[in-house]
């Protein structure tokens, strides 16, 4: 029987695939039999897409453009921050569509780098708006709202305490982790 975190680990990775194909049918198009031009997408991320987690969920949304859209597709995993703006526009400078940036932490740069390639759209999962300053024309920014299942798994730890104690391990400390957080000890 699988533990709890592996389940939440399994939600979590159905939640993200879920949000990059729903950006397939709603900001992409897929590639048409008639010859179209095959439209590309890249990721960069901090993670593995072994981590078994955010990085492995995030590959198999990506792979999910390739196989059920025909997108062509890279990754640069394990991307090291002074090397992000470089991957990010290195992959805009090879003509992608779509650059897909794994997490919040990419947001102020992107917000940087979006203007210079206007012909490609850059979307930052778990991006936190600015708060004076909208996003680029050419950005998208992602919230999974995330809070709403932590809430559940904090209803669920309470219920099954023995101790009336609970505890949760988490990310970084952005708004979204923050919210997240929070719902859980709701």
Do not use: C
């Amino acid at each position: 029987m699988a533990s709890s975190s592996a389940k939440y680990s399994i939600f979590r990775g159905i939640i993200v695939v879920l949000v990059v194909i729903s950006i397939g049918f709603a900001v992409m198009s897929p590639l048409s039999s008639s010859g179209q031009v095959v439209k590309k997408a890249a990721m960069v991320m901090d993670a593995s897409i072994d981590d078994i987690g955010w990085g492995t969920s995030h590959n198999q949304g990506l792979q999910a453009l390739r196989e059920k859209f025909g997108y062509e597709i890279a990754l640069s995993e394990q991307v090291p921050p002074a090397q992000w703006e470089t991957a990010t526009r290195d992959y805009a400078e090879l003509g992608y569509d779509y650059v897909i940036m794994a997490g919040a932490q990419f947001t102020d740069l992107i917000i940087k780098v979006a203007p210079d390639y206007p012909e490609t759209t850059f979307i930052v999962v778990t991006a936190v708006p600015p708060l004076n300053n909208p996003y680029p024309s050419n950005m998208v920014g992602l919230d999974i709202i995330n809070e709403q299942s932590s809430y559940l798994a904090g209803v669920l730890a309470g219920g099954m305490t023995k101790t009336n104690k609970i505890g949760i391990v988490a990310g970084i400390n952005y708004p979204n982790v923050i919210r997240w957080n929070e719902a859980f000890k709701l």
